[in-house]
């Protein structure tokens, strides 16, 4: 998609974190409980109920990205029929207020299962500009973008007459660093902790790039000030990876307190379906832990024992395996302290 087709109005939002939006009169802040129970819900195939829970969530908080991208989720994982007719609804709210973000993400994510891709990118955008934040966008963002260079330079446009919105400079650091261009996206993440240092989001994407770059020094300071600011309302796709992360972090300079605190918090795990959390990263991170302490039998009880599916958690299984075992006299690869290189965060952590 040309940069031009990427230019669409711009609000003037005032809301900086739409995570935190709530309709007037909603109900008390129950989103997690609510989003885990239409979660099980959909995967007990109870879809039509879990339709409904998910509609709901999205009214009452109509900013809030993980509900109306639950709702598109599973509404993509309905029948032709189901997901024909949810496609029309959304459409109609689209059609009677364009910067409806609930109705935006959901379309979105439904015109993205069906292959409509430029669709679904625009709808994304018009979301975005309307107010839409969440490191959840990120990743269809770029699914759905033909032009990724383009789509950073749409968001650098837009950061000149958003100053101070920390979730969209958030969002724009994830765009560049998945682009592979590290250095701007440190630029970003540096300018914005200079006007926002208690920004849990913008901490953590701070210490996982320097972690990422070698500054274990930075990487360790910015993840124990996020860990101590992480906010207590996060669906399990963003709360998960990210303590997992700050844990890493942690563990790595010696600090094992935060890091035991963070994994003691990963909580319940229950998502839409299409949306999978890196449980098997937590088994790999309580084993880092185990061995960081001193224990290092318990470490290779703590192991998954078949292959991580994911690269990165198979090769740390392997590392953390290795240096248990020489630990406790077991025998030693020439390969067992190399760990893995840390990746960087384009996607949701």
Request: aromatic share 4%.
């Amino acid at each position: 998609m040309r940069l031009a087709t990427l230019l669409v109005p711009l609000a003037l939002a005032t809301a900086v974190n739409g995570a935190f939006a709530q309709a007037p009169g909603a109900p008390a802040d129950d989103r997690v409980a609510r989003y885990a129970e239409a979660s099980r819900q959909a995967r007990a195939g109870q879809i039509e109920r879990a339709l409904e829970s998910f509609d709901a969530l999205a009214r009452d908080f109509p900013a809030w990205v993980p509900a109306s991208r639950g709702l598109g989720l599973v509404a993509a994982s309905a029948g032709e029929e189901l997901a024909e007719t949810w496609r029309g609804r959304l459409r109609e709210r689209v059609r009677r207020l364009r910067r409806d973000i609930a109705a935006s993400v959901a379309l979105a994510v439904l015109e993205k299962a069906a292959g409509h891709r430029e669709e679904a990118h625009r709808l994304l955008l018009t979301a975005v500009t309307a107010g839409a934040r969440s490191p959840l966008l990120v990743p269809l963002l770029l699914e759905t973008s033909e032009d990724p260079a383009g789509l950073a330079g749409w968001f650098a446009l837009r950061a000149s007459v958003l100053p101070g919105d920390s979730a969209f400079e958030a969002m724009r650091a994830r765009l560049l660093l998945a682009e592979g261009r590290t250095a701007e996206a440190d630029r970003i993440v540096r300018a914005s902790l200079q006007r926002h240092p208690d920004d849990p989001e913008l901490l953590s994407l701070g210490a996982r790039i320097a972690r990422a770059k070698g500054d274990l020094s930075a990487a360790c300071e910015r993840a124990g000030l996020a860990a101590g600011l992480l906010p207590p309302v996060e669906v399990p796709e963003i709360r998960i990876p990210r303590r997992l992360w700050l844990a890493r972090a942690l563990i790595a300079c010696g600090r094992t307190e935060p890091a035991r605190g963070l994994l003691a918090g990963l909580g319940p795990m229950a998502t839409p379906p299409g949306s999978p959390v890196p449980a098997e990263g937590a088994a790999v991170v309580r084993a880092e832990l185990e061995l960081a302490t001193g224990e290092p039998v318990k470490a290779l009880a703590r192991l998954p024992q078949a292959p991580a599916a994911d690269p990165f958690w198979s090769e740390a299984a392997r590392a953390v395996r290795l240096e248990a075992l020489a630990a406790i006299g077991a025998g030693y690869g020439e390969e067992g302290r190399t760990l893995p290189r840390e990746p960087l965060p384009a996607g949701l952590a």
